[in-house]
């Protein structure tokens, strides 16, 4: 005799049912609509044989119908207390299991995001007569929240060398906790040491710093050997470093991280990091569906690049740039440009990414499936590339 047992969403009589059939040696089905509103059934099969409780819930996953077999066993009497005791939490967890959704699931289909394009310091510490960095910040986080943007992301360097935290960093804090956003910043972090680094930091809804990147490749400026960029000015003391090339001495970030947000997983690149392509792969293959590219440097950022770095990583991007500087841009993956400044000055643009899409062509990705990593370990071996051409002169 078979029992089956259709249930609405919350209702727990099926496994009241299930208990009284069970004492009678019978087998009951329960089934529920699969969380991700797939036209799959959840099937669970409860039998009772051998003494045993067996209880086997099989989940069919939208887009691949993956199962997952978790079983449940404790020797026990037929019609005892304790078969109830056991079969009650065995159906408890089950109903847990198939009402609970996994991370992806809680994320919006779409987010909005904001960059901005302003006035601050820059990589040797000048800055624009009348330029407040941290007033700017605060006033593009209200002018952001007022727009609904869940993200808002300002330059490199912007805020200049700063102990984090300090009285810049608390007025940020401040600002993204009564507004309830997050915001990524750049600046010089000035460490207790007095080393430094070029530094993104990223505040949470609440206000509190929740991540930091360090700048991870150094774009240095001068040098006085060949080959060219080996090695920095020799005579030089550390405020001449400061003042003319800081990157030859800056402290160097060692990791590529992915932080999770309450919308999805972000990357964070700065400026020079952004143009070496292994940067995004590996973001990418942590995770990440959104990159952020701060930079603080004159000229535009290339378009070219980030279409491509998209398409090729499956990730949409958020590129800033100082007011110096133009090509701040929103971009969604696979190539598509939502806004751009494309002139020096100030600028402020938004844009509604769709993370659905992007997260339909991530997990559908052939080149994903298709990957060959052991055919990439040159990648990362050294390689002095530059000593196959000593006889090439300047």
């Known amino acids: 005799m078979l029992l089956r047992a259709f249930v609405v969403k919350n209702k727990k009589l099926p496994f009241l049912l299930a208990f009284v059939y069970y004492i009678t040696n019978g087998v009951i089905q329960y089934r529920t609509q699969n969380f991700l509103e797939s036209p799959y059934c959840n099937t669970a099969p409860i039998q009772p044989y051998l003494g045993f409780v067996h209880l086997t819930p099989l989940r ?5 119908l993956q199962k997952f077999d978790e079983r449940m066993e404790m020797n026990v009497g037929k019609n005892s207390i304790v078969t109830l005791i056991v079969f009650l939490m065995a159906a408890l967890s089950c109903t847990q299991q198939k009402t609970k959704p996994e991370k992806s699931s809680k994320w919006p289909d779409k987010v909005k995001v904001a960059a901005v394009q302003t006035c601050g310091f820059d990589k040797w510490l000048k800055i624009k007569e009348g330029c407040s960095p941290v007033e700017s910040v605060v006033k593009y986080i209200e002018r952001a929240a007022a ?15 700063i102990s984090v935290p300090g009285p810049q960093s608390r007025k940020i804090s401040k600002a993204a906790a009564e507004n309830g956003i997050y915001v990524i910043v750049g600046c010089w972090e000035v460490f207790e040491d007095e080393t430094f680094s070029s530094a993104a930091l990223l505040f949470g809804r609440e206000g509190n710093i929740v991540g930091k990147y360090y700048k991870t490749h150094a774009a240095v400026d001068t040098y006085d050997e060949l080959p060219a960029y080996s090695k920095p000015p020799s ?9 003319n090339d800081p990157e030859w001495i800056m402290k160097r970030g060692n990791n590529l991280p992915v932080f999770e947000l309450d919308f999805g997983r972000i990357g964070i690149l700065i400026c020079y990091d952004g143009y070496f392509p292994e940067t995004y792969s590996v973001l990418s293959l942590k995770g990440a569906e959104i990159i952020v590219w701060i930079n603080g440097r004159g000229g535009r950022i290339q378009d070219y690049y980030v279409r491509t770095f998209m398409e090729q990583n499956l990730v949409s991007m958020i590129c800033t740039n100082q007011d110096y500087g133009a090509g701040t841009m929103l ?11 494309r002139q020096t000055g100030e600028g402020y643009i938004t844009a509604e990414f769709d993370l659905k899409r992007l997260r339909f062509a991530r997990k559908n990705s052939r ?3 298709q990957r060959r990593p052991e055919l990439y370990k040159e990648i990362t071996m050294p390689h ?5 051409y000593k006889n090439i002169r300047k």
């Open 60 to 64: 069919a996953c939208r887009m691949g």
């Open 147 to 161: 727009d609904d943007v869940q993200l808002v992301v300002f330059p490199e360097y912007h805020l200049g060398r």
């Open 235 to 243: 005579g030089k003391d550390k405020q001449w470093f400061i003042e």
């Open 331 to 341: 971009a969604q993956y696979p190539n598509k440009i939502d806004a751009i400044c």
């Open 367 to 369: 080149n994903f499936q």
């Open 384 to 388: 002095q590339i530059w000593e196959d």
